[in-house]
Structure formats: structure tokens, C-alpha cells
């Protein structure tokens, strides 16, 4: 089972910015970031750090996941950042997001901070969750080891724009296909390499941004591609793109429907007529259709459809 907390759309907030914060409270976003990575500036690390834990403390979040990307472990800052946050805020973050995993000890060295500091802090043992953000071609290769790290993880984020540049990508365009590339998707492989690794072991998979924050209609079919082979959700950078990612990564009613349909047909066919197969109208239904079912059945219930 696939952990259960809803990311069809994830904000991501820069942590310096208090006006972006403030306005963040307003947006119907199922979980949100505060950034202390590559959104804010070496010079602003530290007060970014403090106006992060105040938010958290402060509340007004509803019933949004609420996270902090940390600093990647190849820099200063990681370790303050956990501390900071895991010991002012404790009480009030769900998850920390560690970009740039490159491998399973990055997020071994995260779970057993977090463990000492839960102690320390007495916050119930396991509170805060992990979500590795694979963005590079090392972590690519080793998401298998990574998403087996830690219980504490939740889910695996694909990083985009940073994949791309790690990968001498010749393209500019963070989450559209390279120019000249057109035999298909360049990012299917990619897709689909953290998707088993999230799948294998329960975690969900988050799509990464779409940087031409205005172009909703663009952002729509970069999402409706994730969306597609099974991925949760993805990140959000602008008012724009956020009813596009609660629709894209929701099922449509029509399909909603049929998936509820299909779950009654099949209870009513095990249990009153003892059959294993049965037919719906024109289609043949039999215990892996249900499964199939469950899932869009799932995701249309947590979407209140
Ligand atoms: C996100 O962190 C990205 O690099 O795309
Ligand atoms: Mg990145």
C-alpha cells in the first residue's frame, strides 16, 4: 500500500520570502515546502532558516502536508537545517524533503538525526517523514537502495531541472522535451525508473516543476504525462498551476464513477454469486480489475469526488 497522505499538488515556497509565505496560507494546495535550498540565497540561509520555523510554529496550514527542503548534504548548511527545524518546529513539520540524494546512507544519516532529535525533543518517535528528491544520474541509478533507505520515507520527487543539467541535457526548457529529440518521451525512462523504486517499496512519486510558470495549457500536458503512468502528484510554482494539479492527478468523475461501479459489481459477484469473473455491461471484470478499480476508486475518494 502506497503512503497515504494526499500531494496531487505541492507548493513550493521559497523560505526567505515572508510575502510568498504569507500568501501560500490561501492557496488550496494538498501540501506545500518551505525552501531553504535553491530557492534562497547563500546570504539569506540563515534568516531563511528562522522565518521557516516561525511560519510552521504559527500555523493557519489547514490540513496541508507541510514540509522544509533542507540543503543538499554536499554543502554547509544540511545539518543546522535539520536541527533548526526539527527542534523549533518539530511539532508542526510532517516531512523534511533531502534533494540531491545520491544515495541510501544521505538518507540513513537524515533518519537517524531526525531520531536523535525526536528523542532529545520528546516528539513521538518517527513523526517526521522523508522525501528524497533523486535529481541527478547517481541518484538515478541507485533509487532502488535510496527508496529502501528508511521507514520515514514517504515518497521520491523527481527534480527536473536539476536532472537535466546533470545529465548534459541540451535544453533549456525545465520538464519539455529537449529540442530535436522527437522519437517519443525523453523523460519515460526517467519517469518510470522512480516510479518501480517509489512502488516497490510503498512510497508515492511527486513530478518535479514546470518552470513556464504562465503557460497553464503547457504545464497541463507535462502533469497529464506523470499522471498517466501513476505518479501522485507534482510541484507547483504559481496560483496557475495549482487547479491544474489537483484535476491532473485526481481521477476524472466519469472514470470515478465506473471504478466504484466496477468495485460493487465485483463485491456482489465473490460474495453472493461466488463467482471469481463476472461481466459489467460489455467488460469482463475479475480480481485484478478490481485492483485496478481500488486505485482510481482511492484517489477519486481523496479528492472528495
Ligand atoms: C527541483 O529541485 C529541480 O531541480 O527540478
Ligand atoms: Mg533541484
Known amino acids: 500500500m502506497v503512503a497515504s497522505r ?6 513550493a515556497v521559497p523560505g526567505s520570502n515572508p510575502r510568498f509565505i504569507e500568501k501560500a496560507r490561501g492557496l488550496p494546495v494538498d501540501a506545500f515546502f518551505l525552501d531553504l535550498e535553491d530557492a534562497v540565497a547563500p546570504s539569506e540561509k540563515e534568516g531563511a532558516r528562522a522565518s521557516v520555523v516561525a511560519a510552521l510554529n504559527e500555523g493557519g496550514w ?16 544540511t545539518y543546522r537545517d535539520v536541527i533548526a527545524v526539527a527542534e523549533g518546529a518539530g511539532a508542526h513539520v510532517d516531512c523534511l524533503i533531502l534533494p540531491k540524494v545520491t544515495g541510501a546512507e544521505q538518507v540513513r544519516w537524515l533518519d537517524l538525526l531526525l531520531t536523535q532529535i525526536e528523542r532529545a525533543s520528546g516528539l513521538e518517535p518517527g513523526r517526521i517523514g522523508i522525501e528524497a528528491q533523486i535529481e541527478d544520474a547517481r541518484g538515478l541509478v541507485n533509487v532502488d537502495e535510496i527508496a529502501a533507505a528508511s521507514p520515514r520515507l514517504e515518497a521520491l520527487v523527481y527534480g527536473p531541472a536539476d536532472f537535466m543539467a546533470s545529465i548534459n541535457m541540451k535544453s533549456l526548457v525545465v520538464g519539455e522535451q529537449p529540442p530535436g529529440y522527437d522519437v517519443g518521451d525523453a523523460y519515460h525512462y526517467v519517469l518510470m525508473r522512480i516510479l518501480m523504486a517509489a512502488r516497490a517499496n510503498g512510497l508515492q512519486a511527486i513530478d518535479g516543476p514546470y518552470l513556464q510558470v504562465r503557460d497553464a495549457d503547457a504545464f497541463r500536458r507535462s502533469a497529464a504525462r506523470s499522471a498517466a503512468l501513476g505518479f501522485d502528484g507534482k510541484w507547483v ?17 466519469a472514470d470515478y464513477d465506473h471504478a466504484e461501479r466496477i468495485l460493487d459489481a465485483y463485491e456482489h459477484a465473490t460474495t453472493v454469486q461466488r463467482r471469481g469473473a463476472v461481466m459489467l455491461g460489455e467488460e469482463m471484470l475479475d480480481e485484478a480489475s478490481r485492483k485496478m478499480a481500488l486505485v482510481i476508486a482511492h484517489k477519486g475518494r481523496a479528492a472528495g469526488l
Open 6 to 11: 494526499s500531494r496531487r499538488s505541492v507548493l
Open 62 to 77: 489547514g490540513g496541508r502536508v507541510r514540509a522544509v527542503r533542507v540543503n543538499a548534504l554536499d554543502t554547509e548548511w
Open 237 to 253: 510554482l504559481h496560483p496557475l498551476q495549482v487547479d491544474a494539479a489537483n484535476e491532473t492527478y485526481a481521477p476524472g468523475q
